[in-house]
């Protein structure tokens, strides 16, 4: 049954995907435990892919159903600037985004653009391009640099 609901449940999962799986888990221990017979279970498991589905489907239509049901995007870091009320509405430390801006694929803090935390909680980097490098300089005041607390 989630091969035939997709990709979807298998992928990085939004809060509501995560409700989704738990509610699937717990039919299918109570289909073991022989409290619900097969049957019911499985028309219980049906009816929940579906469900997922048709919030899917009308959240990729609606954007009203896209709020509710998928978190935004939330830029936690910009130009060498640590965004601290957006990390602290994230839940989110300087360590953290440190952690990935220092992955192999990121040779030089100068030439990081943005860190971005996803709707599905991953935290994202872009590079700024090789002709753009932003330098930073002793006279220009930042309000969140590397160097803050």
């Known amino acids: 049954m989630i091969r035939i609901s ?3 449940s298998l992928a990085q999962l939004n809060p509501f ?3 989704v799986s738990f509610t699937l888990g717990s039919v299918i221990a109570y289909m073991m435990l022989e409290q619900v017979s097969l049957a019911e279970g499985a028309i219980v498991l049906a009816l929940i892919i579906v469900l997922q589905l048709c919030f899917a489907k ?3 239509r609606s954007k009203t159903f896209e709020k509710i ?3 935004k995007q939330t830029l936690l870091f910009y130009k060498l600037n640590f965004l601290y009320d957006a990390m602290r509405k994230e839940l989110v ?6 952690a990935v ?3 192999p694929d990121f040779s030089d803090l100068s030439k990081i653009f943005s860190v971005i935390m996803e709707s599905n909680g991953d ?3 872009t590079e700024i ?3 753009n490098v932003v330098t930073s300089s002793p006279s220009e005041s930042r309000p969140h640099t590397l160097s803050d607390p």
């Open 6 to 8: 997709g990709k979807r």
């Open 17 to 19: 995907d995560v409700v």
């Open 58 to 60: 009308f959240a990729q």
């Open 69 to 71: 049901f998928n978190a």
């Open 93 to 98: 430390t300087q360590q953290e985004i440190m």
């Open 101 to 103: 801006i220092r992955q």
């Open 123 to 125: 935290l994202s980097v």
């Open 129 to 131: 391009p090789e002709s």
